[in-house]
C-alpha cells in the first residue's frame, strides 16, 4: 500500500476538518446529554423522542440540537473549500490561517449558543466566520483564474 506524502503545513490545514468534526461530535454528545437529563429529571417524556412531536425539549436539549443543525450548514463548504484548496495545490499561509481563524470562530459560536447564548455576540462570530468562508473561497477562485 502506498502512503500519501503530505508535508506538516499541509497536514495542519487538513486537520481543520479534523477538528470541526470534533466540534460536531461535542455538540452530539452535548446533545445526547441533555436529553438524558430531561428524560431522568421527567421535563421530557421518553414518548417524544419516537416522533420528536409530543411535547417539547429542554431548552439545553433544543439549544445543542439547533447547534448541531449548524454545523452541517455552512461548514459542509468549509470542508470544502479545504480540499479544493489542498488538491488544486493552492494551500499557503494565509490559506491555512483563514482556516484556522473559521474553525475558532466556530467554536466561539458553539461556546457562545451552547452557554450564554447572546444573540448579537453569536451572529458576529457567524458573520465573521462567514465572511472568511467567503474570502477563502474568492481568494481560491482567483488564484485559479490567475494560474
Not at 71 to 94: G, Q
Request: aromatic fraction near 14%.
Amino acid at each position: 500500500m502506498e502512503t500519501l506524502a503530505v508535508t506538516k503545513a499541509e497536514l495542519c490545514f487538513l486537520s481543520t476538518i479534523f477538528a470541526m468534526f470534533v466540534l460536531a461530535n461535542v455538540v452530539l454528545f452535548r446533545l445526547a446529554f441533555a436529553r438524558d437529563r430531561g428524560v431522568k429529571a421527567k421535563q421530557v417524556s421518553m414518548d417524544y423522542y419516537k416522533l420528536f412531536n409530543q411535547g417539547d425539549e429542554t431548552e439545553g436539549a433544543i439549544k445543542a440540537k439547533r447547534n448541531l443543525a449548524n454545523l452541517f450548514e455552512m461548514p459542509v463548504f468549509f470542508y470544502a473549500a479545504v480540499i479544493v484548496i489542498f488538491i488544486t495545490h493552492r494551500l499557503d499561509p494565509l490559506f491555512h490561517g483563514l482556516a484556522w481563524a473559521y474553525v475558532g470562530l466556530r467554536v466561539v459560536h458553539t461556546l457562545i449558543h451552547l452557554t450564554f447564548n447572546h444573540v448579537m455576540l453569536r451572529f458576529a462570530a457567524f458573520l465573521t466566520s462567514n465572511i472568511i468562508l467567503i474570502v477563502m473561497w474568492i481568494r481560491w477562485y482567483l488564484t485559479i483564474l490567475n494560474s
